[in-house]
């Protein structure tokens, strides 16, 4: 069975402090995704990164980037110099590379940035 | 708006009433996946569809739900004799098998409110 773990309940940061949100997964497969996805106050869930299993190379996309390491099972997600603009929940998430590919989410982060 | 559409954005019922979703995916994606969220959560799969072809259902998916995608384009989620337990945000997602296979792309939701 596939688990996603975010330990984090809800992070409160001053604007422009770097901050990172914690993801812990469990699989048995051998290829899987991984996924962060950002839910607004407005509800709608945003596509932010997929990682394949295969590719432990972190990346970086503007203020944001992503640290997977495959020994501790681990996909973290740092958002560097941050903005009120930020704030929301974020969501780890994993799928199978074969198959259906449903996606197994974590509880969230609630990400507060305050002026 | 070329991408997912929900609709009703909000529902507020009685108990033991039944209610009617609809799901419309972006126009060329033949998966369609259903998920619920209740407050503090992730969402969590519900069902998924490929074509008009219902492939899995999660254990979620009680006898009082059902979910149809007739001639493989928008699809429904209905379900009947609502209890207070129900209420959430229902979201559907779509996804391309020819694309980036695993990205779904999530509607706004509708969010249920059993009274």
């Known amino acids: 069975a596939q688990k996603v773990t975010q330990a984090q309940t809800e992070i409160s940061v001053v604007e422009k402090e770097d901050v990172t949100l914690d993801c812990v997964y469990e699989t048995r497969d051998t290829t899987y995704y991984l996924f962060w996805y950002k839910q607004p106050p407005s509800g709608e869930l945003v596509f932010l990164i997929r990682?394949?299993?295969?590719?432990?190379q972190n990346e970086i996309s503007g203020r944001y980037s992503w640290n997977f390491q495959k020994s501790t099972s681990s996909f973290n997600f740092t958002i560097t110099a941050s903005q009120v603009v930020d704030s929301a929940v974020y969501f780890c998430?994993?799928?199978?590379?074969?198959?259906?590919?449903?996606?197994?989410f974590g509880k969230g982060t609630m990400l507060l940035v305050s002026p | 708006d070329t991408g997912v559409s929900q609709d009703p954005r909000h529902k507020i019922t009685k108990r033991g009433q039944n209610v009617t979703f609809r799901c419309d995916p972006i126009?060329?994606?033949?998966?369609l996946y259903w998920y619920r969220q209740t407050l503090g959560q992730g969402p969590e799969f519900l069902t998924y569809?490929?074509?008009?072809?219902?492939?899995?259902k999660s254990r979620l998916l009680s006898d009082r739900f059902s979910a149809e995608r007739p001639k493989g384009s928008f699809s429904t989620l209905e379900i009947q004799r609502t209890e207070q337990g129900d209420s959430a945000m229902y979201l559907c997602a779509s996804s391309s098998r020819t694309g980036n296979d695993n990205e779904q792309f999530f509607g706004p939701g509708t969010r249920l409110t059993v009274l």
């Open positions: 990682r394949n299993s295969f590719d432990e």
């Open positions: 126009s060329e994606h033949n998966r």
């Open positions: 998430a994993l799928s199978e590379a074969q198959g259906y590919s449903t996606l197994t």
């Open positions: 569809f490929q074509n008009e072809a219902q492939l899995e």
